[in-house]
Structures are given as C-alpha cells and as structure tokens.
C-alpha cells in the first residue's frame, strides 16, 4: 500500500546543484526529475527505453532516466537540457538546433540535445553515420533527422576551428 | 537568406522555449493541489461489463474518487465530432481494447496506479470485430448501437456510410486495357512523442481544461454542451501540442477529467502512457480495389474505385476522413468516368481518426499502383503515363470542383529531373515516381486581432495550436512584414480559449492561409487606422496616402508606420487594435460541404535497392515536390515536407498494428511498433518545391503540411518493384513481406 512505499535519502548533483531528497524506492530518476525537483525539460513518453525522451547524463554516461531508479543516482552527478546553457546563453549545440531547423514540436529535443552533447563530448568530429548512430535511440516524430544531424555537424566544425 | 521577413527562414518562434527546456507542454503543467486520475481498463477486445467493484480500491490511501457510468449524469453523456457516440467513459459494454471503464483520482500518481489496479469488474468476454471482412459478415455483430443513429437504413449493419461519388458511366465507358487489384493499407499509429495530456479544473462557476489538442475551440463547445455551462464558462488552454498530426483534433478524455475535477472540486490531471496514446487514436485502416480502364495509348479511360476503411468502435471524425479522402481517389488525373464507393465501417478497436493526409494516401496507394500496372502493361513509361494524364492548371478535373490550382507537371517534371529518370541503374536498383493529391480544407472560420503597442512592438492573437508545423513563426513573419516591426518585437498569443479570438480548428494544413489571412486582414485593418493618422497628421488626402509592407508613402514623402503611430497616438500614447476574419462558407450542394480552398500537390520519387537475401529495402535516394504556392519561411516548408515524408516511410516500411485472434493489439508501445529512427532514413532525401504564388493564402501560399506523405507508399513499392520485378500490393513492405514475396516468385 502506499504508506508502505518505502523512502530512501539520495544525494545527487543535477545542472551543478546538490540536491538532498527523500526518494520511493519504486520511483524512477525520471519521476524525481520532473515531480520532486520539477525539472520538467526531461520528457515523458514511452517509459521502456526506447523513444529517447527522457535521456539525461549520468556520470557522464547517457541514460534512458525511465529505466534507472532514482536511488541508483544516489551521489551521481547528473545533467538534464535545463543544465546545458551556461551564464543564461544557450550552448552552441542548442543554437545550432535552432539555425539549422532541427526543432518542430520540440518535444523530443531535450533528450536529442542531451545526447548529442555527450556525443560531441565522446568524438569531437562525428562523421554523418557516426551522428546517425548515435542519436539512433531519440526518436522525432516530426523527421527533423537530417536537421539534427546537420545541427551536430555545425557544432563540431565550429568547435574545431 | 536570413530575415525576419516573407520568404526568409528566421529561427522558430518560441524556438528558444523548445531548446532549453522551459517550453510547458501539458504534463509539464503543475496545477495546485492537483489530483493524478490513472485508468481503468480491461485486457480484451470487447467486454459486458456486469459490474464493477470499487471499495477496495477507495481504501487506498489517497484515493479521493473512483469514477465509474453510474457517477455521471444518465443517460452517459456522449459526445463526437460527427455522431454523439462515444460515452463519456464505458458504458455497459467495454467496445474497444483500452476503452476506459473506470477512473480514479488520488492525491498521487502512485495511489491511483495501485488504486486502478484494485477496483474490480465483473465483465464477460465477448468476440469482437476487428477485420473488415468479419465487419461485413452477415451474421456479425452490430458495433453500435442501432439507436444511435435511428431512422438510418444502416443502422442495423456494420457500416456507418457508404458515399458515392463519381461523373460519366463507368458501365458504359470502353477501354482497350483494365486492370483491377485489391490494395490494403495498414492500421498505423500517430505516435506523437508527447503522449496525451489532459488537465481540467474548477474555475469560479465554470470550468477550466488544459488538453494537448488541435482544436481548443471545439473541446470549448463539447464542454460547454456536456456540462450545461454557457462557452463564456468553459475555459480551454491548449498549450503547445508535442506533435500532433491529426492525433490531437477532437475531444477524447477531456470530458471524463472535466467530470471528476467538477465532482471532487480539485484540479485533476491524466497524462496516458504511450501504450493508452496508441490505444486512443490511431488511422484508418483499409482495403480498396481498383479497376482501371486505359487506351492503347496510356491516356485513362476510367476508374472503378471501392475503398472499404475499418473505422473504430466510436466514429470520431473517421467517416469524414473516408468521403474526404476518398472524394479526389482518381487523382489530378483527366478521368472520363469515374464511379467511387467508399464505405466506412465500425468495427471493436480504437477510434480511428484525422492523421496527416486524412484517407487520401489509402486510396493514392491503391491508385496509384494501378496506374504503373497499366504503364507496364501497355509499355509506356510510368512518368509519361502521369504526364499525359495529368490535369491543366485551370482544369475542372474534379466535374464541380475546384480546378486545377496549379502547375503540376512542373511539379511532377522537377521531381523526375532530381531523380535522374530514366538514367542508367546499377544493377539490383530500381525507381519509383507517383503523385498524390489531397483536398485542402472545405470550410473554414478564422480570427485574429492584431494590436500594435505604442513602441511599435505587436502582439498577435492566433487560435491556431502550433504543433510543430510553426504557426506561430508564420504569424508573426506577417505582421512583421505588414507592420514594419522587428520579428523579435511581434509575440503571437495562442491556447487560450478566453483571450484568444475563435479559430475553427488546426486541420487540413490550413492555418496559413485561413489563419494566415486573418492575420493578414487584422494589420491591414490596422493599416487602415495608420493612413487615417497620417492622414491628420500631414494635412494630406487619405486617398493620397498607401500604407504597405511597413511603410506610409504620402505624395512627397515616406515614413515608416512607427514614425507616424507616435505623433499620431499623442501624449497618452495607447495602441491600435486590427481585427481580421477570414471564412469560407459551407457549399450545402458541394459532396463534401464545400469545396477546398487549395489542393496540395506532391510529387514523391524514389531510388531504392533491395537485398534479395533478407528482403531488406535500402532506399537510396528520396526526393519530395511539393506545390506550395509560396513559401513564406523556406525553412519550415522543408522540414514540413521531409517531417511528412519521413511519417510516411513509417507505413510504407515498417508500421503497423498487430492483433491477437481476440482482437488485442499486441504490439502496443515503442518496443514492438518500430518508427523510423535516424538510422531508417533514406541514404539522401531531398525536399524540393513548385512556387507559382497561386495560392489562396498571404502572399500566395498554399497548406503544404501533409502533401510529401500522400504517396510515399507507392513510389517506394514501384521502386522495388522496378528493381526485383514483384508487385506488392499491401503495406508495410517488411522485409518479411518482400522475402517472401520474392521467395514465391522464385518457386512459382
């Protein structure tokens, strides 16, 4: 019953702030992201893995936050989109998304943007199939593909020069 | 080119919102002291629900209310966009797989998890109806209820309509060659990547709902005339859908949130899984065989068109999708006779309804495929074959339609020209072309105020949902053009049903052009009021002054409108306040209730290999055209039209739903229903476009939105059939499917 869920104190870092947090053992990172903290950039959708909606950094590590719970991010340092702009500009990456057209209903972007900045971070000159791969596992209903891969693109290439 | 103005592609309106995360989409929403509603639902296709058990699950803690028929008002309420049919929650018989038969509010979401899962209902299994073909047996069980629709002759079938349209006599009409074949086209999903969201509240002696949907204004009316409440009462927000795709149109739980929140006097608030999404809307499946008359020399002689769609339990807005759609079955094509039957049919699974390209790419798939096997046949090739039959600009193609509205062998030569036609082919490749046509829509009814404040800076109030397609950016392109403002100083106002003026709905790829003139109508209103200023101001002849495009040309000198608004507003400054209405009156004598403000045009080429081993299709080069007319932001044509053309490799390549011999769909959720990926993508795409400025819309625009999806299916088949030689006529081409298919070939 729920008054039987059981809570476990967590300590995490998200975007660079630490958070201190009674947690349900049952609830994802998911769940504590965007109901206990209310950092609802990271979205809800398919709730097995496989849409990319919800992907967030993880120790550096991309992650599906639908499928960990939140007690295994106990002293993690994590990152959502709220936690990519710095000083209040949003990254090259981000406005990248937006002059290359890769953004319609922009609901899916949160996770694409996380992911491509820790594929960025991975392999600083991402070739075509490389993006393609690497953000195979966000999907976008609205078949922005092509404008987020070019987006990915421009970033590495204005980053190299 | 980058500017703020017609024809240049500034970044998204409200881009910035989608990129940092701070965009509210519904579920993003915190409502205070909110209840979280899960339902209750049944694990079969068709149930009598004999009773339902709710006192176990009111002892969860933090249940505040199990809903169930028996806590509405009674009879049920139903409600539908074409027939009030669909029960505010399950009523007697469960009809669909997922139709909710109970609700629970509780203070959280894992309480009402638990709760659901505790109420208890007594229901029998019953067979259900999920083929066409079981539909119409004779001996099948009525889906509906006769007394739904009583005095029709139909109501006691399957079938909700069956609409005849056509010209000539097909009885009589000659041909040296007919061909005739059955096409099938898959029961597919939208799969917006934001499930649905729906929020509804008590405000004062009203009611509030937040819903991610297309059509605010209609909810507006469905609550208003559910709950009993004048429109003034009901207060809809619409926040920006996370896609929509004809998935969000019309009402569905909203008045089932409405009812709780009004009986608990708390907010409350259902956000669906994808797997209830999935079981909530999908599109119209369907079966349709065609008999095409040819002459010797390629020209169409006639088409015999019966088209029989598999609607869902609850009508929706399907049927409206099966005359529409069907109504322009033979193409832009010079038909002499044309008979078309088109029936849509009730059967237990989810409500199908709108999706992008609204029953045309059903009967463009069959259509179009048919047109090849005469071209084969007869030994034309297949882009002569559409050419020679192609309408005129200008051409009543349609007997009583709207002619021909544009040049659509530019189009269809443009597409054949980046698709190299004709050019040699590596060995084991083959191409494909096919056009589709769509009406746009029949009537519509738009307004806008447009207010220029005294810095000059303007507020647009839009009702159109922009759901990706960038209305919004569209919008405020056109008073920026029209006002002289900078684009970053207009902000246009949307989803909210008390402060924003009515829009009919966001359908049909309609919002530039009837929105757009609304838009259009209410700056130059405001125009209006800038030349009678400058009129005073200067002395001059009001007849003598022209205010365009941003700027106030009097006989001996120019100001930008800016200049003239803060002299002519005075010392207490103020605004100017523009209202525009753009409507297109019902046509009572026209088939579909009117005839459409535009068609869009697209012409689909495709360059494709398959492995003959695994009967994978690789498609090498995709390219798109589309009529649009004019492209007010280049940008977001392209990604319209390659956004649609990527949905339509979805049902052409891989989707569709599976069913259990009990009528359970089996593939619900993103595991077993594949969309396309970054990785599905064809190795090039390429979206082009045909501007002739002979639009309907501002500055000569066309709806353009779902144009690069009607005919995907049949250029991708004909490409593989060019390259293996077999015929494939049902979708998706799985690779299973092509395997065998070429297996069979092999052995026969």
């Known amino acids: 019953m729920s008054e039987m869920i059981q809570t476990v104190l967590i300590e995490l870092t998200v975007n660079g702030r630490r958070r201190a947090l009674d947690v349900a053992v049952n609830h994802t990172l998911l769940d504590v992201l965007r109901d206990d903290l209310e950092l609802t950039g990271t979205k809800e959708c398919c709730l097995v893995g496989e849409c990319g909606a919800c992907t967030v950094s993880l120790d550096g590590r991309i992650v599906d936050s639908c499928l960990v719970l939140a007690v295994e991010a106990d002293r993690a340092q994590v990152t959502t989109v709220e936690g990519l702009a710095v000083d209040g500009h949003v990254s090259p990456l981000q406005q990248a998304f937006l002059d290359k057209g890769a953004v319609q209903c922009g609901f899916c972007i949160p996770g694409q943007l996380v992911a491509a900045h820790a594929l960025l971070a991975e392999n600083p000159h991402p070739t075509v199939p490389e993006i393609q791969e690497g953000l195979a596992g966000n999907l976008c209903r609205c078949g922005c593909y092509q404008q987020i891969t070019e987006a990915v693109l421009a970033t590495a290439e204005e980053a190299a020069r | ?748």
């Open chain 2, 1 to 748: 080119m980058r500017t703020d103005r017609i024809g240049g592609s500034p970044n998204r309106v409200g881009g910035i919102g989608r990129v940092t995360g701070s965009q509210q989409y519904v579920a993003d929403i915190r409502l205070q002291d909110v209840l979280e509603v899960k339902l209750v639902t049944l694990d079969c296709a068709r149930a009598r629900i004999i009773s339902i058990d709710t006192s176990v699950a009111e002892q969860v803690p933090g249940v505040r209310l199990v809903m169930t028929a028996a806590d509405l008002p009674q009879p049920v309420p139903r409600f539908g966009p074409q027939l009030s049919d669909r029960p505010v929650i399950a009523v007697g018989e469960m009809k669909y797989h997922g139709e909710p038969v109970a609700a629970v509010a509780a203070e959280t979401k894992d309480a009402a998890e638990e709760a659901a899962r505790l109420v208890k209902v007594e229901y029998e299994e019953l067979p259900a109806i999920f083929s066409v073909a079981a539909a119409l047996d004779p001996e099948a069980v009525l889906v509906q209820d006769p007394a739904l629709r009583a005095g029709d002759p139909r109501a006691t079938t399957n079938v909700f309509r069956e609409h005849r349209f056509g010209w000539g006599d097909v009885a009589a009409a000659s041909a040296d060659l007919v061909i005739e074949n059955v096409y099938t086209f898959p029961m597919v999903t939208h799969f917006a990547i934001e499930p649905h969201g729906f929020m509804a509240a008590p405000d004062g002696d009203g009611i509030a709902c937040w819903s991610s949907i297309q059509h605010p204004y209609l909810l507006q009316k469905m609550l208003a005339k559910i709950l009993g409440l004048p429109l003034a009462r009901v207060r809809v927000f619409a926040p920006d859908p996370g896609g929509g795709f004809g998935g969000k149109q019309n009402p569905k739980l909203e008045p089932l949130v409405a009812f709780m929140a009004l009986r608990t006097g708390r907010p409350v608030r259902l956000i669906l899984t994808l797997e209830e999404t999935f079981q909530a809307v999908r599109r119209t499946s369907a079966e349709v065989r065609v008999r095409t008359g040819f002459r010797s020399d390629g020209t169409l002689a006639f088409q015999d068109i019966a088209a029989d769609y598999l609607a869902g339990a609850y009508v929706d807005i399907a049927d409206r999708v099966v005359s529409k759609g069907s109504y322009p079955a033979c193409g832009p094509y010079r038909v002499p006779d044309a008979r078309i039957v088109a029936r849509s049919i009730l059967s237990h699974t989810p409500p199908s309804t709108a999706f992008r390209g609204f029953g045309n790419p059903q009967v463009n798939w069959a259509v179009e495929s048919n047109l090849d096997e005469g071209a084969l046949a007869l030994g034309i090739d297949r882009l002569e074959i559409r050419l020679r039959n192609l309408a005129r600009p200008g051409e009543d193609f349609i007997p009583g339609d709207t002619p021909a509205d544009g040049d659509w062998g530019q189009t269809v030569r443009r597409a054949a020209e980046l698709i190299r036609w004709g050019s040699p082919l590596p060995e084991g490749r083959g191409r494909g072309i096919a056009v589709g046509i769509k009406s746009g829509p029949t009537t519509g009814l738009s307004y806008s105020t447009v207010r220029l404040l005294a810095d000059g800076s303007v507020l647009v109030y839009a009702g159109t949902s922009d759901m990706g397609q960038g209305a919004r950016t569209v919008y405020a392109q056109i008073a920026a053009e029209e006002l002289g403002a900078p684009l970053a100083w207009v902000t246009v106002v949307m989803g909210d049903t008390f402060s924003v003026p009515y829009d009919q709905q966001t359908s049909a790829s309609r919002s530039t052009v009837l929105m757009g003139n609304a838009v259009l109508r209410a700056c130059r209103a405001i125009q209006d009021q800038v030349r009678t200023m400058a009129a005073r101001l200067y002395g001059s002849d009001e007849s003598a002054i022209v205010v365009e495009r941003g700027v106030v040309r009097l006989p001996d000198r120019e100001h930008a409108i800016l200049e003239v608004l803060k002299p002519g507003l005075g010392p207490l400054g103020g605004e100017l306040i523009g209202n525009g209405e753009m409507r297109k009156d019902p046509e009572p004598d026209h088939p579909l209730g009117g005839r459409p403000a535009f068609f869009e045009f697209n012409c689909t080429a495709i360059e494709a290999e398959v492995d003959r081993e695994t009967g994978d299709v690789v498609l090498v080069r995709h390219v798109t055209v589309s009529d649009v007319g004019r492209a007010l932001n280049p940008l977001q044509v392209t990604m319209q039209d390659e956004g649609a053309a990527i949905q339509g490799l979805g049902h052409t390549l891989m989707e569709h739903y599976t069913f259990d011999e009990r009528g359970r769909i089996r593939n619900l959720g993103a595991i077993d229903y594949r969309i396309p990926t970054s990785m599905d993508l064809p190795l090039e795409m390429q979206s082009a476009i045909v501007e002739n400025a002979d639009g309907p819309g501002p500055y000569g625009s066309k709806g353009m939105s779902e144009g690069a999806l009607l005919c995907v299916a049949p250029a991708v088949a004909a490409a593989v059939r060019d390259a293996t030689g077999v015929a494939i006529r049902d979708l998706p081409l799985t690779p299973e499917r092509v395997w065998r298919a070429l297996r069979d070939r092999s052995t026969s």
